[in-house]
């Protein structure tokens, strides 16, 4: 090589690179990823994990390369790439191996799983060019007024955006015919160009002119100041700001100083001070520091000692520890020591808003060491997070589901804290992945270890534990040898037949409360529907109003005084007059948290009342608020969704009423008693937190439900045994898994033929294994009817696979059929 180089070490004018080829994976939900040329110009840059700048269809997009190959495809002939966007790679390789897994497992396409997990300002929009056409000549005789403006703007721009465009043309619904008529015409050609949507914070920074450095001549323009004593007060500002400091910004000069930019400008034009602009960090940054205030209680250093053993021996431990029984003191010890070992780790919760009070209490021992990152933030604070944990800058992440995507260089840990939550499970749109699940899969690709937490795990991972798959920790103590609140059922039967009509608050809960307000304790209600009525009848003929898209009642709003759908979002105009009937009365049926926090402020006026659900819970910094205001008792009764219940830490709590547990009871679903017992039972733990004097008051019209008898006596174990029989008999998970497939169609017979097409095609291997056809019960949601397969498979590796293989065969055939081409088909592996 050295002498075909040469002595000037160059290679020779007609050396050619040999050609390579890149696998590239687009935000598209395609059946394979394609494969691109990358020219010789762009092989030196070209690695796994840059973005690539690639057209399809005349489109074009910021794809990221997978691999790389010197073979090209033997069936096609590639397109070229049109550029490479980046110097580094935007994700790391374990990145790109979790993707293909999701994508595999899931059943969707990787480019589903990268529209999922980038940062929406890492994927480039595109925007329309449109550029003149240089062969075209000055004559433009043949064009209407419309089409003179945009031609003769372009003959001198040359491009035009399409934003331009709509400036010049007066209709915006004129635009695109104006644009194809002069590409008719051969005035312009369109084109699209990629734009980058991430742009740093630059921020003004204000520093003194080198020659004032030296103290003595600072002195001297000190004491030989005479005019402007405004701008004197402003210099002044600024050195004690920089004295206590270190750095000034102009925003934060010109508040300490009350000055004016024109003052400012007339110390920068004496070049007393001098302005600069670099870039800045959107998100508030600590020291990083660690600091652990509290030692262990023996039950928690225990158990700490047996997740060590465990991560010894095994990848993936379960700690089971009750309600306050301290786990968070658990995970930030063992934080520490991964910290201590260079390592990074992920903190993951089911919910945002765990995550508000979570990260005070993380910062207080962590300082900048910790970053938050969920969907609440906005599209350039999630590039900057994202780029932090690239780089290894960010040793711990606390985030949600989504942060399972972050580009971790150096993984070491990931706790999945309240591992049961249904919230784990993305549900729409692709990928609908288990983020507990696809955690552990990620953490194997680093060697790491992976802690799940919870005082009521999941049936499946129990099972995986008490089968020796997973290491098992049991803290069976609250923190302090504080006891369980005790459980009292109120029967709202007796209730009802003394009152004649459904009680909302019974006596027993009014007379707890009024007993928890005379002790200046808090009070939490939880009752598992949002809204003021889920639903309104007739009082005469019986007629519910239903949402025109979907099948379902519309649930009343009273503060909107609106009816809305909870499944498609649509709201509605209150109905006064039955539209069967005509009558005016409507009775409303049942009660959600608005309904509740209003009798609750009638019946304790000087009590100070809130509510927490998705309907008073919106903004970044909602939850946080919400949450400080309760832990500083500026609230004595908070009313609220599951958002109150999980895992959230109230010391002041002393009683939490459970509204109506029939309600979480009654759904038809083999997971109902598991979710009963953990909602009803981690909602319990919000009560006596400190003291150990909590009291439950759960009001249920079936009190003889095996579940209830679970929870009064906090028995997960007899809960456990209850369940793991029932799933051997009836073969479902942890025996089996599931995969559920959705049919959807604008008519509801297209939908069912389509899934009794999928049943016929996979019957030979199949059958026994398929239930349905059959509607779910709510059937149509959407203006789009559903139906269902469900198919249930043993825990066979290869059985499963072969399974996916056949419906994805299956919905290529049916898809291809004309009939069927607008039938959505959905699959959905272990689905919640």
């Excluded at 508000?356 to 021992?365: C, G, T």
Aim: with cysteine; glycine share 4%; charged share 25%.
């Amino acid at each position: 090589m050295n002498e075909m180089q040469g002595n000037d070490n160059t290679l020779p004018a007609n050396f050619a690179p040999a050609p390579l080829y890149a696998e590239i994976i687009i935000p598209l939900a395609l059946p394979k990823n394609y494969t691109w040329a990358i020219p010789a110009q762009f092989q030196e840059a070209a690695k796994p994990g840059v973005r690539a700048e690639v057209e399809l269809k005349n489109k074009r997009y910021a794809g990221i390369i997978k691999n790389l190959s010197p073979r090209k495809p033997e069936s096609f002939t590639p397109k070229s790439i049109i550029n490479i966007l980046d110097a580094d790679p935007v994700v790391h390789q374990p990145q790109l191996d979790l993707w293909q897994w999701i994508a595999n497992y899931y059943m969707c396409s990787e480019g589903e799983v990268m529209q999922a997990a980038i940062p929406s300002n890492l994927k480039l929009s595109g925007e329309t060019i449109i550029a003149w056409n240089d062969e075209r000549g000055d004559d433009f005789s043949d064009l209407d007024d419309e089409e003179y403006v945009v031609a003769e703007a372009l003959s001198i721009k040359k491009e035009l955006r399409m934003s331009e465009v709509q400036q010049l043309v007066e209709a915006a619904s004129h635009v695109y015919p104006v644009i194809k008529r002069l590409i008719d015409k051969q005035v312009c050609f369109v084109w699209e160009e990629l734009k980058e949507k991430y742009k740093p914070k630059t921020e003004v920074y204000i520093l003194l002119h080198p020659a004032y450095h030296i103290e003595k001549k600072l002195e001297e323009l000190l004491n030989s100041w005479s005019k402007s004593p405004k701008q004197m007060a402003l210099l002044l500002s600024f050195l004690h700001l920089l004295k206590t400091e270190g750095e000034v910004t102009q925003s934060s000069l010109l508040k300490k100083s009350n000055a004016t930019i024109a003052q400012l400008k007339g110390l920068l034009e004496k070049d007393i001070l001098i302005a600069e602009k670099r870039a800045a960090n959107r998100l508030r940054t600590l020291p990083r520091d660690v600091k652990i205030d509290f030692t262990l209680s023996a039950a928690q250093q225990q158990a700490a000692d047996e997740i060590e053993n465990i991560f010894a021996q095994k990848q993936v431990g379960l700690l089971h520890g009750v309600t306050s029984s301290g786990k968070t003191q658990v995970y930030i010890k063992l934080i520490e020591q991964f910290i201590k070992q260079g390592k990074q780790v992920l903190y993951m919760l089911p919910e945002v808003a765990l995550t508000a009070q979570m990260i005070r209490r993380l910062q207080k021992n962590f300082g900048g060491y910790i970053a938050i990152y969920h969907h609440k933030f906005n599209a350039n604070e999630r590039v900057e997070i994202w780029d932090k944990v690239k780089s290894g800058e960010t040793k711990v992440v606390l985030g949600a589901r989504s942060s399972l995507f972050l580009p971790f260089k150096n993984l070491g840990l990931i706790i999945a804290d309240e591992e049961h939550d249904p919230s784990y499970k993305q549900q729409e749109p692709a990928p609908r992945y288990h983020a507990r699940d696809a955690a552990i899969y990620y953490a194997g690709l680093f060697n790491a270890k992976v802690l799940l937490g919870s005082a009521t795990p999941s049936v499946d991972s129990y099972f995986n534990a008490l089968a020796g798959k997973y290491g098992l920790v049991a803290l069976k103590e609250r923190f302090g040898n504080v006891a369980l609140p005790v459980i009292e059922l109120i029967d709202v039967k007796q209730v009802v037949q003394k009152e004649k009509g459904k009680v909302i608050i019974t006596p027993q809960l009014k007379e707890a409360i009024a007993q928890s307000l005379a002790e200046h304790k808090q009070v939490i209600l939880f009752q598992n529907r949002r809204g003021y009525s889920p639903y309104l009848i007739c009082g005469v003929c019986g007629w519910i109003p239903q949402c025109q898209n979907c099948d379902v009642t519309l649930t009343y709003h009273k503060a909107k005084n609106k009816l809305a759908c909870h499944y498609c979002g649509t709201t509605y105009p209150v109905i006064n007059t039955c539209a069967a009937c005509g009558s005016h009365q409507f009775i409303q049926k049942n009660f959600g948290t608005e309904r509740i926090d209003e009798l609750i402020a009638e019946e304790f006026p000087a009590a100070k009342t809130a509510r927490m659900d998705y309907d008073s819970i919106k903004g970044k910094h909602d939850h946080d608020n919400l949450i400080k205001l309760f832990e500083q008792q500026k609230i004595d009764i908070l009313t609220g969704t599951q958002m109150v219940v999980k895992g959230l830490d109230f010391e002041h709590v002393n009683l939490v009423g459970i509204m109506d547990a029939d309600g979480i009871l009654n759904f038809a679903d083999f997971r109902v008693n598991e979710r009963a017992f953990q909602l009803m039972e981690q909602v319990s733990g919000r009560a006596g937190r400190k003291d150990g004097n909590g009291k439950v008051v759960l009001q249920v019209s079936n009190t003889h439900h095996p579940v209830l008898q679970f929870v009064q006596a906090h028995d997960y174990d007899a809960l456990y045994q209850f369940e793991i029989a029932n799933r051997k008999q009836f073969f479902y998970p942890p025996f089996s898994r599931l995969i559920q497939i959705t049919f959807k169609h604008k008519e509801s017979h297209i939908a069912e033929e389509a899934a009794h097409h999928m049943v016929q095609g996979m019957k030979l291997h199949f059958e026994k294994a398929i239930s349905g056809p059959a509607e779910p019960v709510v059937n149509r949601i959407r203006n789009q009817y559903l139906w269902e397969l469900l198919i249930k498979l043993p825990k066979d590796t290869n059985t499963i696979q072969q399974c996916k293989r056949e419906i994805a065969q299956q919905v290529t055939i049916i898809q291809s059929n004309k009939r069927y081409r607008s039938v959505t088909i959905i699959a959905d592996v272990d689905p919640m």
